[in-house]
Every structure is written in structure tokens, then in C-alpha cells.
């Protein structure tokens, strides 16, 4: 790992977003920093996982994913599903089934979609609670108020 580059992208806030799928009947998910629009016309979205992401693996044979976008105040489930653990990461978390893939209750945005090459998304889903956002920056959980005051947790 390239330390001078891990320093500068810490600088760099990024949405937080759990990335969730069903294997079976069981949930899985992992958050994500790396997570961008990328269409408006068709709606689709782009997400990056480690190649030897369960989940990855789950979204290969399933081709269905959703992105929970967090929102301020949801820093412990972000730190939470960033963790290994499979299906364990949702014990306690409150989630329903929505578009065939996990929805995690609370979250500022939630995007139901079908795999379109991988790791490109159809969004199929779309809503928003127009809650603050919850970024990550500096390695510090916070968000931004609408005058612009940034306010860290």
C-alpha cells in the first residue's frame, strides 16, 4: 500500500454507503467510500469492492445489489458493516427485504439495482429522506449543516 497516497485520499470526503446483497436468504453487506453517480440518463451508479469481497461474490451470482447511503448519526453501523463478518454484521441491525436486496431502515438514500457489468448498477429504485449526510473525511465520521458549517462526530 502506497502511504502517501492513503494520506491524500484521506483529504477526499466521500459519501459512506453500505453495499448490501442476498446470498439465499441470507443478508449481506459491507460499507463503502468508493461509491459515485456515473448517469443520470439511463440512472446508474458505480461501486467499488476489493476483489475478494464475499459480497463481490454474492453479486456475481445474484446481479442484484443495493446501496444504503448513510446518513448523519449511522457512524456505528458504517464502522459495523466496514468489518468482516458476513451475515453476522446484520445481528441487531433492523433491515427488510426491498428490490430483492438488503434495505437498511434510516438510511438517507436507499438504491435498489440489477448488476449491469460487474460493478455497474441499473438503478431500479431510488428514494431520499433529505436528511444530512454522513462523509468521511480525515478519517473522522461527520457532515456538513446547510450553512456550510462542518460539524465532526
Known amino acids: 500500500m502506497n502511504p502517501a497516497f492513503r494520506a491524500a485520499m484521506a483529504q477526499v470526503c466521500t459519501p459512506v454507503a453500505v453495499v448490501t446483497g442476498m446470498d439465499s436468504v441470507l443478508p449481506h453487506g459491507t460499507t463503502v467510500s468508493a461509491f459515485a453517480s456515473l448517469s443520470m440518463d439511463p440512472p446508474m451508479v458505480l461501486v467499488a469492492l476489493d476483489r475478494h469481497s464475499a459480497l463481490l461474490a454474492v453479486l456475481r451470482r ?3 445489489f443495493g446501496v444504503n447511503v448513510l446518513g448523519n448519526g449511522q457512524a456505528a453501523l458504517a464502522s459495523r458493516f466496514a468489518r468482516k463478518g458476513g451475515a453476522a454484521k446484520f445481528a ?3 433491515w427488510r427485504t426491498h428490490a430483492g436486496v438488503p434495505r ?20 431500479c429504485h431510488a428514494e431520499s429522506s433529505g436528511g444530512a449526510p454522513l ?3 480525515r478519517r473522522t465520521f461527520g457532515t456538513h449543516t446547510r450553512t456550510g458549517e462542518v460539524v465532526s462526530r
Request: glycine share 18%.
Open 62 to 64: 445474484t446481479r442484484r
Open 92 to 94: 441487531g441491525t433492523p
Open 135 to 137: 462523509t468521511y473525511h
Open 104 to 123: 437498511i431502515p434510516g438510511a438517507g438514500v436507499f438504491l435498489g439495482r440489477t448488476v449491469a457489468d460487474l460493478v455497474l448498477g441499473d438503478v
